[in-house]
């Protein structure tokens, strides 16, 4: 079992829409999760972490954290084109480890 | 606030050429610092962190090292590049005991052929 793992994608969803992108990972001790935003051809950037069961708000993203369930999510409200990227899930527990990444594909 | 810089940007070698890859942190001391390397269409692999100068930890054996001369360099290196050594090539820090968070360079993108 990978210990991130993620839905490789492409979701594609129409502009204005919820994007729902979901990670879930194996490490039970894990205390961290993070989102991050990859364009085609740059390097990551932070989005937002969460640290505790629930959820935080930040703009237009919600990130979603349920360490029963062993699962973090990330919605975008009012999808736009320019969200069009590759999201990564990164879990720290024992050593921080990234996800594959999600393609969002925000159809105009 | 802290800046990461990498360089060169792009480059272009021949197999068996050697590689020097440099990353430099401005406005923190002592971060822990990463070397990842992304193939095209695929996840992010750690090959090296460092959390001190002369302190390196290797996660994939391969034909690639680092080394921490500075506090805030790291330096990737090989001596004969292979083909499977093209990707696009990520240097990240983060800031030593109990905050994760990591913050990523612009970037090296290598094509060897």
């Known amino acids: 079992q990978k210990e991130v793992e993620q839905n490789s994608g492409p979701l594609s969803v129409p502009e204005g829409a919820i994007a729902s992108l979901n990670c879930t990972y194996s490490?039970?001790?894990?205390?961290?999760f993070f989102w991050y935003r990859q364009y085609s051809g740059k390097s990551p950037e932070l989005i937002m972490s969460?640290?505790?069961?629930g959820d935080k708000e930040d703009g237009r993203f919600t990130a979603q954290l349920n360490k029963a369930s062993q699962y973090v999510s990330l919605l975008i409200r009012d999808s736009q084109p320019s969200d069009s990227a590759t999201y990564l899930c990164?879990?720290?527990?024992?050593?921080?480890?990234f996800g594959p990444g999600t393609r969002l594909s925000v159809l105009p | 606030s802290q800046t990461i810089h990498q360089w060169p940007a792009t480059l272009v070698q021949p197999v068996g050429s050697p590689l020097s890859l440099e990353c430099t942190v401005e406005?923190?001391?002592?971060?822990?610092l990463y070397w990842y390397r992304q193939a095209a269409g695929r996840g992010l692999q750690l090959l090296f962190y460092?959390?001190?100068?002369?302190?390196i930890s290797s996660e994939v054996p391969q034909n690639l090292s680092a080394s921490r001369p500075q506090d805030r360099q790291f330096i990737l290196s090989s001596k004969k590049l292979l083909l499977s050594d093209s990707g696009f090539y990520l240097c990240?820090?983060?800031?030593?005991?109990?905050?994760?968070?990591?913050?990523f360079g612009p970037g090296t993108r290598l094509l060897v052929l």
């Open positions: 969460i640290y505790s069961n």
């Open positions: 990240a820090w983060s800031v030593g005991a109990g905050e994760e968070t990591q913050y």
């Open positions: 460092s959390v001190g100068i002369g302190q």
């Open positions: 406005g923190t001391s002592n971060p822990n």
């Open positions: 490490d039970r001790v894990s205390q961290s």
């Open positions: 990164a879990v720290s527990g024992q050593n921080f480890v």
